[in-house]
């Protein structure tokens, strides 16, 4: 079976390393957050030209935290988009704010930040752009938009590690800007974790604080704060890969482009690229009109497929409190119907794409 993601072969390059690290970590006994953490912060926050970094338990709360440190809370408005994994949306609701969502790019599936005026009201507070599949949303109209109505942005950055748009990375171009580190993202830990960037070093000092019970020293508490810290083994593993995935990120987009020559457009639509920008691809998605022929197909052909997402979240069971109903999003409802995830990670090779674009010809139907 060729998987989705084969995260067994990556190990097997960095396992002696890892083991090294994470034993150092153990005679340390600094377990969470620490010289470990810092310095982690500090090479991820400098191979982004990011001002700081802040490590954190994981990519919701890097969102949820973000957005406390802007001043985002009950009451207030953050638009977002229905196409993404449900965190984005808890994020808003764990400060008190509500979701509310625009619809998608027809060729590219992100924020269409034409929609983004007529969303907006006296409420809205924040702008969360999901840089979806590794992709990029197109920035500069929505910071104009941003900026014009006295709105944050914070980055969705959860699948778009090292991806640029016009030469900046991801998550460096709004006031904040959020990654995770689940193991199975283009930068992952073996386990939970995630990052903050704050574009103001007041915000980034607001989100250390809360993630670490609101703390200004052992006992003395600031604020009433959270237990989101990272731990200590998560960043060495990190440290680990940030070695590698300059190139790992350099070879998925060999990927892509290796597939984007082989699949014939009548049979399948690729995810057409930003302008300007240089995607991470976290994952290869295709656009197809015989999804449930095609799945049956590639899965008996040996190749794992997914679905990057099934039910949009306006018509999620837990979010029908929002109010929304089917044909709210027009274009993410058609994308949900359509999408399709063919494998995708850097020790991916070109005999297996030639394999896997051929299968996808064979049996696939863009319309
Ligand atoms: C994975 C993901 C998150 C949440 O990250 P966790 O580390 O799993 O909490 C948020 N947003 C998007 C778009 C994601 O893909």
Redesign the pocket.
Known sequence: MIPLVNLEKQYARIRTQVLARIEEVLESRAFIQGRYVGEFEREWAAMNGAPHAVGCS???SA?SLALAALGVGPDDEVITVPN??I??AEAIIEVGARPVFVDVDPATHQLNTGLLEQAITANTRAIIP?H?YGNLVDMDPLLQVASQFSISVVE?T??AHLATYKGRFAGTMGDAGTF?F?PG?NLGAIG?A?AVFCRQAAHDQTVRKLLDHGRLSKYEHDLVGLNNRMDAIQAVVLQVKLAHIEEWTQARRATAAAYRDRIDSQCATAMAETPDSQPAYHLMVVEVANRDEVIAHMSAEGIATGIHYPLPLHLQPALASLGYTRGDFPVAEAAAERVLSLPMCPELELHEVEMIAGELNSVAHAS
């Open positions: 994981n990519g919701t969102i993404t994994f965190a984005t999901v979806l969705d959860a699948q995770s689940y993202k939970d995630g």
